[in-house]
């Protein structure tokens, strides 16, 4: 079986060929503002250099950190319209009250509370109030905006209000994006809502993006299926990632971690991945990425999310160092510019790429260029940026003793080799393609999410595992590797027999076809 | 001694959500949603006055508020401060007299916030004190039942502003019985304004200062936060708690049924826990823990499950499967352990055939 994994990072493109268990060749190339042409370059690369046949690679599956990326820099984001069913009940907090106002100004459309909705037992709060919806509707297609929101109250329990609305927004404003809240979250209002106008400012970003993945595919003569892969180190096809950009957030952090588990063989490690931008640290328990247990917030918004556990801190290899005093560093990077912008590569600024290429830790671009900084402004520096590190690994381990860190990512040559509290620095071959690698070797899962009745709780949770683990080795995983990830059952006492909503998640690697 | 009113800022009001969302042993519900309206209403320059129960005067008139239900449902539909602030002015108006402040009902979880957001909207002190000293999911499950004193009237309001006021009631137990009939009807959720109280019995019949117990547990969890200590571990050496368990969520089982949300929670151990297991019941708080099968602590013991790492506490509504939680006893207030106290909130109240031993030993309580 062979696989493609790229990673499409702020800074860089990554692309690993990955055949069976080995790491057949790895290439790292600059992301451009397109994306698109960054993948392009790096398939070239990979194609030219390893002679693989196109023709042989069984799937590619690109993850990448463009949409959280888009949230935490504020750019590309969408103004979306906000409409919530479910007056009167939840008539205080507006949609978007907890945003981060910067976001918030950038994001909030018009916003809309109007009368429906269910209650716990099934009951309708108030008639969905059809004529306001068709108002509102109205008013969305009069503002121009291309994307909505929509969260009905209890919809978890009952989506019929957010079908309606949505069957009525799609009917008034012709080619309106409508995400609705039951298809993305659970129980807990904000947190879903939150969700479902992040989603809905990023659909078209999202749409886009995966076009441009499909066109860097095509043009370079891969006919392979695409996958993105998603918050929980899985992937789903490219068509269903392109309308729920918000499951792909955490994809980058998730397979630079799983990456640096397969290319260590280490199950329980601390990872330091440092990138252009920044360096993120989390911990590998049993092989798996540890996670956040409860709200993550996701450039400044609060959500439900399900995501490894993770530190980041603006510190990479394009992080910018005061040329006045080599102390203060970043959080500001030159990012995917570090090929115009740093001084070995004839540009203006001081980037931990010259620091690290003026101390002989690194190779790149033209050391003469860094050859009048000063040494001890170099030692400053670094010296910085370990502590930075050090710190950074310190908050994130929970146990006492010494733990090995693996160290991964285009920036790891600033990981120093000693560390306090760490055990052993670990370096691994194509440690600086972790993710791309991480991409590659992505789970695959089955999922369940339907109504039991008649039956006993324990007999349609037994059933619902077994449906999903059914359909998880269906969509190619290796039954002895299958754990269940997410289990709820809700009760919905308003439809007869014992009915019982339940939702399973079983996950498994990639079996492996001889 | 008596201590003098004071302002209460929204920083207090952060801490004390942390504290409150601790004593409320997993129910009383999330008080997020309580705070984030609190910020509105102190942005546009209300705030609240907290005072001393020592301090009050004998005929006083207070107002003993709080939402009940499932908290699964207000996680949904909210907890409107109007709304709450609505059973306070229909209470006056049925009384013909004016309330001089407002207690709070329990201070667990989101129903110690309730308080606040009724006191800004109109403009009344709330007391440091309440009626439970941590949740408990029945009215006759107070320290007001406890000591016998009147359970009506009773006012509650729903969100369409549905309203009823219960005149008068046999005891607790049938206040209870009544109110949660129409609790259940309004959708699981319901805004009350309890029997009224005099400054006389809440000197006497309250527990004291638990506005000020629940701050400065959240302040002991925000200062470990910043010393990068462990919150939880902190909180159990100030509150003399005990740590009982240490797993991660295995199975939650969910029922919202005759207005409360009833279940089961089964941990599997890590760390020094490893190979066991603790099972938590719960009616809209914890009620008895069984480590291994065999019963750890129960009821009026506080049965407290934290995030791990955060410290945050864990509500019966948001608990999940694969959470890393730890599981955390406090002691309770003395009037609960009374043999009276018992009868209203021991395990037997809550439908077990065991006696209450409390997991503190007396010489710590």
């Given at each position: ?321 005061d040329p006045a005093d080599p102390r203060r560093i970043g959080p500001v990077s030159v ?180 | ?12 009001l952060e801490s004390f959500a942390i504290g409150a969302w601790i004593l409320g042993t ?340």
């Amino acid at each position: 079986m062979i696989r493609l994994g790229i990673d499409v990072g702020g800074t860089n493109t990554d692309a690993v060929l990955v055949d069976g268990n080995a790491v057949r060749h790895a290439v790292k190339t600059a992301t451009t503002a397109d994306v698109g042409g960054g993948i392009v370059a790096a398939l070239k690369r990979l194609l030219a250099e390893s002679a693989v046949d196109t023709g042989s690679i069984d799937a590619v599956m690109i993850g990448t950190t463009h949409f959280t990326n888009a949230v935490v820099q504020r750019c590309s984001v969408a103004r979306v319209a906000a409409v919530r069913v479910g007056l009167p009940a939840a008539a205080t907090l507006e949609p978007f009250v907890d945003w981060p106002p910067d976001l918030r100004a950038m994001v909030k459309g018009p916003t809309f509370m109007i009368r429906g909705g269910h209650e716990v037992d099934g009951m309708p709060i108030a008639p969905f109030d059809r004529t306001a919806m068709k108002e509102v509707a109205r008013r969305i297609a009069d503002a121009g905006v291309g994307s909505v929101g929509v969260c009905a109250v209890f919809s978890p329990l009952n989506f019929a209000a957010e079908q309606e609305a949505a069957e009525i927004l799609e009917a008034t404003v012709p080619g309106i994006s409508v995400t609705r809240s039951h298809e993305l979250g659970r129980i807990g209002l904000l947190a879903r809502e939150n969700v479902t106008l992040l989603n809905a400012c990023l659909v078209a970003l999202a749409r886009r993006t995966a076009e441009g993945f499909v066109r860097a595919l095509a043009d370079s003569g891969i006919r392979a299926p695409l996958y993105i892969t998603q918050n929980d180190g899985t992937v789903s096809l490219a068509s269903q990632a392109a309308r729920f950009p918000v499951h792909c957030f955490a994809s980058g952090p998730t397979n630079s971690l799983r990456g640096a588990a397969f290319l260590s063989g280490l199950k329980d490690a601390m990872v330091v991945d440092v990138g252009g931008t920044t360096s993120d640290v989390g911990c590998l328990r049993h092989g798996f990425p540890r996670e956040a247990n409860n709200t993550v917030e996701v450039g400044g918004v609060r959500t439900a999310f399900r995501m490894p556990d993770l530190l980041s801190i603006g510190l990479g290899g394009g992080t910018l160092v005061d040329p006045a005093d080599p102390r203060r560093i970043g959080p500001v990077s030159v990012g995917y510019q570090l090929t115009e912008r740093a001084l070995v590569f004839g540009g203006q600024e001081t980037t931990l790429t010259d620091v690290a290429v003026a101390a002989r830790l690194l190779e790149l671009g033209d050391r003469d260029r860094v050859a009048r900084l000063d040494k001890a402004f170099v030692t400053a520096a670094l010296a910085r940026s370990h502590t930075m590190l050090e710190e950074s690994v310190d908050r994130m381990k929970t146990d006492a003793g010494d733990v090995p860190l693996i160290a991964v990512g285009g920036g790891c040559f600033l990981v120093p080799d000693k560390m306090a509290g760490v055990s052993t620095v670990v370096h691994v071959p194509h440690q600086g393609v972790a993710n791309a690698v991480g991409a590659a070797i992505a789970q695959v899962s089955g999922e369940v999410d339907q109504i039991f009745q008649g039956l006993s709780r324990e007999v349609a949770l037994d059933k619902a595992r077994a449906l999903a683990s059914d359909r998880a080795v269906k969509a190619g995983a290796a039954a002895p590797t299958l754990s269940v990830v997410e289990q709820e059952d809700i009760p919905l006492s308003y439809l007869p027999g014992n009915s019982l909503r339940v939702r399973v998640r079983v996950v498994g690697d990639i079996a492996r076809t001889t | 001694m008596t201590a003098a009113p004071r302002r209460i800022t929204l920083d207090d009001l952060e801490s004390f959500a942390i504290g409150a969302w601790i004593l409320g042993t997993g129910g009383g519900g999330e008080p997020y949603h309580s705070l984030l309206e609190a910020r509105q209403h102190w942005a546009e320059g209300k705030s609240v006055d907290l005072i001393d129960p020592l301090a009050l005067g004998d005929d006083d008139l207070i107002a003993c508020v709080g939402q009940m239900g499932a908290p699964l449902a207000m996680q949904e539909k909210m907890c409107d401060g109007p709304v709450i602030a609505r059973t306070i002015t229909m209470m006056e108006e049925y009384l013909g007299k004016k309330f001089k402040a407002i207690m709070l009902w329990e201070v667990g979880g989101n129903n110690g916030l309730q308080p606040f957001l009724a006191g800004a909207i109109l403009g009344l002190p709330v007391v440091d004190c309440d009626a439970m000293g941590r949740a408990f999911p029945q009215a006759d499950m107070t320290t007001f039942a406890i000591c016998d004193l009147p359970a009506y009237p009773w006012t509650m309001v729903d969100i369409r502003k549905n309203t009823v006021i219960f005149s008068q009631a046999e005891d607790w137990s049938w206040m209870e019985r009544m109110t949660r009939k129409v609790c259940t009807t309004f959708g699981s959720a319901a805004a009350t304004c309890k029997a009224p109280r005099v400054g006389r019995e809440v000197k006497v019949a309250s527990c004291l200062h638990t506005v000020s117990k629940a701050m400065r547990i959240g302040r002991t969890v925000q200062a470990a936060r910043t010393a990068h200590a462990d919150p939880i571990a902190a909180v159990v050496e100030s509150e003399h708690g005990l740590l009982l368990f240490h797993g991660k969520v295995k199975d939650v089982m969910r029922r919202t049924t005759d207005g409360w949300l009833r279940g089961t929670v089964v941990l599997e151990g890590l760390d020094e826990n490893r190979g066991e297991s603790f099972r938590v019941d719960f009616q809209n708080e914890f009620s008895v823990g069984w480590q291994n099968d065999q019963v750890r602590v129960t009821v009026p013991d506080l049965i407290c499950i934290m995030d791990t790492v955060s410290g945050e506490a864990v509500g019966t509504e948001t608990i999940r499967y694969g959470q890393r939680v730890t599981v955390v006893a406090l002691p309770a207030p003395a009037i609960l352990m009374s043999p009276k106290g018992l009868k209203h909130v021991g395990p037997r109240a809550f439908g077990y055939d065991l006696d209450f031993k409390s997991i503190f030993p007396e010489a710590a309580r």
